[in-house]
């Protein structure tokens, strides 16, 4: 399984044999049978699978962007949806309805906004940049793989093979604020005052936000 979603009040399961729907307890499966890797819903609802993004309900799921490609991650903006996927980003225009491809030949797997600028994690464990300037720089941090970007409150948290960070800018320069996980971190979720991590090999954890140092609970 690749990631867990609630979209619109229901819990989705992404998995490498389609995506999945709880209902009544019981995971049923759509009819989205591709790998996929998220369920989003921003007025629609879409799927990002290895062939393309998909937009639709539980009950027919159709092809919009990027046929025959893997799409790992979707970003609205007021003025554009910026899609993370095998080739690296790409942008729908709200008003033209265009899509637009910026190239980096590596896949782009999660993205954020952080100080009005577009970043995003790589299949490589690096981070891109928006140099708003149409581009991006990229960067990498000695001994780390970052492994997911997640938002809350303005905020973006870095998932990586050293623990969860908080990103943060010094002079211009990306830096990472460590939180003191000591787990290799997949995902994070923020709840309430609960921060809930889930690790490569230490279960789940967890802690308050008035709290130090994670607990496991599982």
Request: proline share 2%; charged share 20%.
């Amino acid at each position: 399984m690749y990631r867990l979603d609630w979209v619109e009040s229901q819990l989705f399961a992404s998995t490498s044999h389609g995506l999945y729907q709880l209902e009544d307890e019981i995971w049923q499966q759509t009819s989205v049978t591709d790998p996929c890797y998220a369920a989003i819903s921003w007025g629609d609802r879409f799927v990002l699978t290895e062939n393309g993004l998909l937009c639709g309900n539980e009950d027919e799921w159709l092809p919009l962007a990027y046929r025959g490609k893997k799409t790992y991650d979707l970003l609205v903006t007021p003025h554009f949806i910026f899609l993370g996927y095998e080739d690296g980003v790409a942008f729908y225009d709200l008003f033209t309805g265009n899509w637009c491809s910026m190239p980096l030949y590596q896949a782009v797997t999660s993205l954020a906004v952080f100080n009005t600028m577009l970043v995003g994690t790589t299949e490589r464990g690096g981070i891109v940049v928006g140099n708003k300037k149409g581009g991006f720089n990229q960067h990498r941090f000695e001994g780390m793989f970052l492994n997911r970007l997640v938002t809350h409150r303005g905020e973006v948290y870095v998932c990586a093979n050293t623990g969860l960070y908080k990103l943060g800018e010094i002079r211009g320069n990306i830096i990472l604020h460590a939180l003191d996980a000591q787990a290799e971190v997949t995902d994070l979720l923020i709840w309430r005052d609960m921060m809930v991590i889930s690790t490569r090999d230490s279960g789940i954890k967890y802690k308050h936000a008035d709290k130090t140092g994670f607990q496991t609970v599982l």
